[in-house]
T-cell receptor, first 115, second 116 residues
Framework: AQTVTQSQPEMSVQEAETVTLSCTYDTSENNYYLFWYKQPPSRQMILVIRQEAYKQQNATENRFSVNFQKAAKSFSLKISDSQLGDTAMYFCAFFGVTSGSRLTFGEGTQLTVNP | GAVVSQHPSWVICKSGTSVKIECRSLDFQATTMFWYRQFPKQSLMLMATSNEGSKATYEQGVEKDKFLINHASLTLSTLTVTSAHPEDSSFYIC????WGGGLAQHFGDGTRLSIL
């Protein structure tokens, strides 16, 4: 079974600064996807970024980028130029193409951006 | 982008009544939909996987007779909480996988259920 671990329950950052959220996972599969989801106070789950395991290039989406280290099974999220609207719970998630049909979520990291 | 519509967003009802929550994929076909429950400040807990045209697969510990799931079409799944009690009060979120969109799961906005 896959596991996803987010070791930082809470983090804070000053507006306009950069912050990195960590995520590690454990799997025996080679074909999988990794995701970061954002859940603001409204509780809507928003897909932030996606990484295919077979791609060596790290995914980027505007101010959001990942550092995908496949051998280390690490998938961190970097948020540049943090904005107040980035305040949210962030969930790392794993999907194994071979093994099953479900997402496995980490416990989440509550990020607070301070003015 | 892919949109999942969930409603109602908030429902309050008396103990003993049944409540139905709808989940629709608006611009893609979803052969598989998922129902989650989330407690405050916690991660999402998968309750069941809903497959179009077949019975749902429930996670261990989830009462299938209490949480009825129907996935009658490629764009609609429903969750009915039967004979609801205060302990069923929670935040319920549905999700649908977009197989043609990089396997991402897209989520509805959630339903806040309060049982009095």
């Amino acid at each position: 079974a896959q596991t996803v671990t987010q070791s930082q329950p809470e983090m804070s950052v000053q507006e306009a600064e950069t912050v990195t959220l960590s995520c590690t996972y454990d799997t025996s599969e080679n074909n999988y996807y990794l995701f970061w989801y954002k859940q603001p106070p409204s509780r809507q789950m928003i897909l932030v970024i996606r990484q295919e395991a077979y791609k060596q290039q790290n995914a980027t989406e505007n101010r959001f980028s990942v550092n995908f280290q496949k051998a280390a099974k690490s998938f961190s999220l970097k948020i540049s130029d943090s904005q107040l609207g980035d305040t949210a719970m962030y969930f790392c998630a794993f999907f194994g193409v071979t093994s099953g049909s479900r997402l496995t979520f980490g416990e989440g990291t509550q990020l607070t951006v301070n003015p | 982008g892919a949109v999942v519509s969930q409603h109602p967003s908030w429902v309050i009802c008396k103990s003993g009544t049944s409540v139905k929550i709808e989940c629709r994929s608006l611009d893609f076909q979803a052969t598989t939909m998922f129902w989650y429950r989330q407690f405050p400040k916690q991660s999402l807990m998968l309750m069941a996987t809903s497959n179009e045209g077949s019975k749902a697969t429930y996670e261990q510990g989830v009462e299938k007779d209490k949480f009825l799931i129907n996935h009658a079409s490629l764009t609609l799944s429903t969750l009915t909480v039967t004979s609801a009690h205060p302990e069923d009060s929670s935040f319920y979120i549905c999700s649908a996988r977009d197989w043609g969109g990089g396997l991402a799961q897209h989520f509805g906005d959630g339903t806040r259920l309060s049982i009095l």
